[in-house]
């Protein structure tokens, strides 16, 4: 397997690394915050962040730098940063792993971005299910409080950081920006209609930046070793490492830090071991649930956000789902849209209503039950969904469907026209509940 150096999993390939205040000052922990309060003013941290070429590690990919920019200079009430922890993406575990076993680098990350945008008041939204997360942040957020990092005066530069953790329902709407905004503030966890944007009406209707785990947890680096050694790592326009999350038929799933741009056959034939049992690779998901599936002619692609995006599907969450030539693509769709159908919030017609409509279809023809008129009135039923509702939640949805009949449209085909399910033969006992 090809050894890349890593960054962000480094202290965790220690195996006496325990995670701890003291093992982590140890590596130098805390040097970067400290740096950027007494040397480095805000607009100068926003432009380092800005020339590294740091990109959302959430889902989005958008530029950090360029993020923190948009909040207001000198506006008249406080200005917040929220760590997005929701983590709730399918097949998606990388900021788990993050917050289990290195926690500080998280919170010197949001202590660094805290002093770029102006903000004295910092949120950690973690995902409900996250039990042992959200203590393991608990704890070293009060060994950071007991060790003077966090609260008053902070470094004696007169800095004072309140950072909160937060608890949410589990629900995965949630991690969608404005629906966590919202929940942090008592509400139903449904997205906000923008604009206005969280730079300018977020928490509370103040400015607001909201970064996820992973990208907080770079910041650190960047300050310490400088934003051209950064730029350096990956493409031009897709920077650093990435964390990939693989899972599904290989021989070593795991999260695997690598540089962006390493093609998707690397990953999945020599940093996953390759396929489980030599089976043949059917497809793949190569950013969370909600992006469309590739096929084995898309190996050679960059795992980049541009080269990605160019054969029809997104980096995301960088959950790679990897499948063999048993998995049955319908299923995969229904099993997906019963997801999605599920966490909806219900806010928009066509998202509440279409993921209904989708997923019976879908039943249908995996039962054995479809008819020839389904697999267009399933593209016509994506088509009054996508672009159509408040958050990207309806172009999460329809991804795989559209692109499980753009791919394997002749396996759709032939669950209708067999009456059955050809890989599950059982389906149709599964319709009958």
């Known amino acids: 397997m090809p050894k890349y150096e890593l ?72 200005r917040y940063l929220c760590c997005n922890a929701d983590e709730s993406e399918p097949g998606t575990f990388k900021d788990r792993q993050l917050i289990e076993r290195d926690p ?118 960047i300050i310490k070793n400088g934003p051209e050694w950064y730029a350096a790592i990956g493409t031009p326009k897709s920077t650093g490492t990435r964390i990939f999350s693989v899972s599904g038929h290989v021989k070593r799933p795991g999260n695997y830090e690598v540089p962006m741009g390493i093609p998707l056959r690397e990953m999945i034939y020599d940093i996953a071991g390759g396929m489980r049992g030599d089976r043949p690779l059917k497809a793949v998901i190569p950013g969370g649930a909600s992006a469309p599936f590739l096929k084995p002619e898309h190996l050679d692609t960059p795992m980049d956000f541009e080269a990605i995006k160019e054969v029809g599907s997104m980096l995301g969450s960088g959950g790679v789902t990897v499948m063999d030539d048993s998995v049955c693509v319908v299923w995969a769709a229904m099993n997906l849209m019963s997801f999605f159908h599920h966490e909806s919030c219900g806010k928009c017609t066509p998202c509440r209503e279409g993921s209904a409509w989708i997923l019976q279809i879908l039943r249908r023809i995996e039962g054995g039950l479809g008819r020839p008129s389904d697999i267009d009135q399933l593209i016509m039923l994506c088509g009054r969904i996508e672009g159509k509702t408040v958050c990207a939640f309806g172009e999460a949805e329809v991804g795989p469907i559209l692109s499980t009949i753009k791919h394997f449209r002749d396996e759709y085909e032939r669950h209708i026209r067999e009456k059955h399910c050809p890989l599950r033969p059982n389906a149709k006992l599964v319709m009958a509940h």
């Open 104 to 221: 500080h680098q998280m919170l010197e990350g949001i202590g660094i971005a805290c002093h770029a945008i102006g903000s004295h008041h910092a949120y950690i939204y973690i995902r409900g299910e996250f039990d042992r997360g959200a203590e393991i942040i608990q704890k070293a957020l009060d060994e950071a409080y007991a060790a003077k990092l966090f609260g008053k005066n902070i470094f004696g530069t007169g800095f004072d950081l309140e950072v909160v953790l937060h608890r949410g329902a589990g629900a995965y709407i949630c991690g969608e920006e404005t629906a966590l905004l919202e929940s942090i503030e008592g509400k139903r966890g449904k997205p906000r209609t923008k604009p206005p944007f969280p730079a300018i009406h977020g928490l509370y209707q103040e400015p607001t930046v909201v970064n996820n785990v992973e990208t907080l947890a770079n910041l650190p680096y």
């Open 7 to 78: 960054i962000l999993l480094k202290n965790m390939s220690n195996p006496k690394y325990t995670g701890s205040l003291e093992d982590y000052r140890a590596t130098g922990g805390y040097k970067s915050f400290e740096k950027v309060l007494k040397e480095i003013s805000p607009a100068g941290v926003i432009d380092i962040v800005k020339k590294s070429g740091l990109r959302g590690r959430g889902g989005a990919g958008f530029p950090t730098g360029l993020k923190w920019s948009f909040i207001p200079k000198d506006p008249p009430g406080p």
